[in-house]
T-cell receptor, first 113, second 114 residues
Framework: DTEVTQTPKHLVMGMTNKKSLKCEQH?????MYWYKQKAKKPPELMFV???????INESVPSRFSPECPNSSLLNLHLHALQPEDSALYLC????????????FGQGTRLTVV | GENVEQHPSTLSVQEGDSAVIKCTYS??????FPWYKQELGKRPQLIID?????GEKKDQRIAVTLNKTAKHFSLHITETQPEDSAVYFC?????????????FGGGTRVLVKP
């Protein structure tokens, strides 16, 4: 299994809603990443978990809250988002340090209304 | 990305011609140089990578070259086909930075015209 699976594929939420994005991999990878990607831009790093511990937070607003319940799962909890948070949210994983292939999920297309 | 600069941002080529994308980096300690391809509406996927102990690597129509002296690495696509139309990203993950920071170059949008 060389897949990273993200759910849902599409999400429309209001600015007062609370929702969660989910990411799962069963490759035994110990580093997992959340990225935000706007149209015609590269993936922008948000958070990194290494061995289930948050190792990088790229000064992301607190309305985004990551969680890593175990080595296979990564969540991104969303609360009180703004329309400018609408984007493609990508999850990725690497075996260990990022000097190996990164596997990406297909992304969640988020629209905040 | 903050540790790698990618050029050009867009590239239009005639089918059958070659395409070259270049990335310049600053961290000499890091030894891994990957290239990712993202087709429209799809996830980024690794297409080729190279480590600093070699200068060139080929896989069919794609190749990556590394110039450690000048601190740049390039993606070469020969005999381009319409399915090569996509956005290509380079990366140069740091070794020394704590926390597994994986960031990308600004991307190159390649359009192969039939």
């Amino acid at each position: 299994d060389t897949e990273v699976t993200q759910t849902p594929k599409h999400l429309v939420m209001g600015m007062t809603n609370k929702k969660s994005l989910k990411c799962e991999q069963h490759m035994g990878h110990r580093a997992m990443y959340w990225y935000k990607q706007k149209a015609k831009k590269p993936p922008e790093l948000m958070f990194v978990y290494s061995y289930e511990k948050l190792s990088i937070n790229e000064s992301v607003p607190s309305r985004f809250s990551p969680e890593c319940p175990n080595s296979s799962l990564l969540n991104l909890h969303l609360h009180a988002l703004q329309p400018e948070d609408s984007a493609l949210y990508l999850c990725a994983s690497t075996l260990g340090p990022p000097n190996t292939e990164a596997f990406f999920g297909q992304g969640t297309r988020l629209t905040v209304v | 990305g903050e540790n790698v600069e990618q050029h050009p941002s867009t590239l239009s080529v005639q089918e059958g011609d070659s395409a070259v994308i270049k990335c310049t980096y600053s961290d000499s300690a890091s030894n891994y140089f990957p290239w990712y391809k993202q087709e429209l509406g799809k996830r980024p996927q690794l297409i080729i990578d190279i480590r600093s102990n070699v200068g060139e690597k080929k896989d069919q129509r794609i190749a990556v070259t590394l110039n450690k002296t000048a601190k740049h690495f390039s993606l070469h696509i020969t005999e381009t086909q319409p399915e090569d139309s996509a956005v290509y990203f380079c990366a140069h993950p740091p070794i020394k930075a704590a926390g597994n920071k994986l960031t990308f170059g600004g991307g190159t949008r390649v359009l192969v015209k039939p």
